[in-house]
């Protein structure tokens, strides 16, 4: 990573901060809901299974929709897309707080899902474009802001969670509002440089060896993530607070090291031996996690460490994507988050099926052999991702116009 990416990652213009403020706020919605699982299992008499599908109809929907998002922000504009993004998010969390049943909940967070697709694949792109100081320095401030959002959010979710399981989502629509008004001001809109992007492309984008790879691997590595993150709520055995503080703890363990130690990381060692050393760790923590589930401090324990290896994960392989291919960062982006998504979508159920049928050791042991399969995914496949090692270079003025910015005010 250049040295200059580095030192001014946090000086950047106006419109670059609307965004990322906007990115904390859509990524405290994955882990809001996480304090209040119990509390909505139980006020809408919902089956485990029942919950966790707010975590896959809002992460299916996500994905499925990210393969036409580039399509679409080609053609209206990067802001037009953010603010309909925002806009739904809005909407559709205050339809989840008004709810009375748990299928009217998963049905919205589908609903809540679009509108993170439109938002999350553009943001990136935007960030990436507008940004001072490269690709890199982008990219650890869109970390940095996954990093905050899911870190807050469950602490948010637990506080808001203690009086009413509806609290988080209504705190959601006054968050997104703002984030919808700071966008909305601060961004450039007129003037912008656009490149209409073929429908198709996403889909033909996975088919380059070295972005296939890596979206096959981040499919694996995502069921790990989600476990640990949609089914641990359920074996702690805490209430909204002391899920939202655990997940807290574990949200600012992902944020440092994906601001801070990743960066450090791929000064020092390629990209592909990060991953080869980080995933096998994640795999051994999710052991761990299993087997000490029925101690609530020593998974708590497991979890925060998880997040410390979750939140290297998170920059490398962001980083990884953006180098992968000579496609336009937006397409690559929704390809890989497309399917990305797609393994988050599946594994919280499955964890709840798991649990019934065996018990709460198993989900974690799932999680482990995923991790394990996104390892052996990149290992088999180094050959074709060696050039990830690369010292990457700073955006070129056409990498910009290719993601539907023009240059930073």
């Known amino acids: 990573m250049n040295t200059p990416a580095t030192t001014s990652v946090w000086k950047q213009p106006a419109q670059v901060w609307a965004v990322a403020f906007a990115c904390v706020v859509a990524f405290m919605g994955i882990g809001l809901v996480d304090p209040i699982l119990p509390a909505i299992a139980e006020s809408l008499e919902a089956s485990p299974v029942e919950t966790e599908l707010l975590f896959t109809s809002y992460l299916l929907v996500t994905g499925l929709a990210m393969l036409v998002t580039s399509w679409i922000s080609s053609r209206i504009g990067a802001k037009a897309t953010l603010l309909i993004g925002l806009a739904l998010i809005v909407a559709f969390s205050l339809l989840c707080a008004l709810s009375g049943s748990v299928d009217a909940v998963i049905g919205f967070r589908a609903g809540w899902g679009l509108g993170n697709a439109l938002f999350i694949s553009t943001a990136l792109a935007t960030i990436v474009g507008a940004a001072s100081g490269g690709s890199s320095a982008a990219i650890i401030l869109y970390e940095a802001a996954l990093g905050l959002g899911i870190a807050i959010g469950p602490l948010l979710g637990g506080i808001l969670g203690e009086q009413s399981w509806r609290g988080p989502f209504f705190g959601v629509v006054v968050l997104m509002a703002i984030a919808f008004l700071a966008v909305l001001v601060l961004l450039r809109g007129p003037g912008e440089k656009r490149q209409p992007v073929r429908f198709s492309a996403p889909f033909t984008a996975l088919r380059r060896p070295a972005l296939a790879i890596l979206a096959v691997a981040a499919l694996f590595y995502n069921i790990g993530f989600f476990v640990l993150l949609a089914f641990s709520p359920f074996p702690l055995g805490f209430g909204a607070l002391g899920i939202g503080f655990t997940f807290f ?134 050959r074709v991702v060696a050039h990830i090692d690369d010292e990457p270079a700073d955006a070129e003025a056409e990498d910009a116009q290719a993601i539907l910015i023009g240059d930073a005010a």
């Open 249 to 382: 703890g574990w949200g600012v363990a992902l944020a440092v090291t994906s601001v801070w130690v990743a960066p450090v990381l791929m000064r020092r060692m390629p990209r592909t031996r990060i991953i080869l050393i980080v995933l096998p760790l994640l795999a051994v923590d999710l052991v761990v996690a299993g087997l000490v589930v029925g101690s609530a401090a020593a998974l708590v324990a497991c979890i925060v460490i998880g997040g410390l290896l979750l939140g290297v994960m998170n920059t490398v392989l962001t980083e990884a994507v953006m180098e992968a291919t000579d496609l336009p960062r937006s397409v690559a982006s929704s390809a890989y988050s497309a399917v990305r998504f797609l393994g988050g979508a599946m594994a919280p159920p499955i964890a709840a099926l798991l649990w019934h049928a065996f018990n709460a050791t198993i989900p974690y042991v799932f999680a482990a052999v995923s991790v394990l399969l996104a390892a052996l995914t990149i290992f088999l496949g180094r």
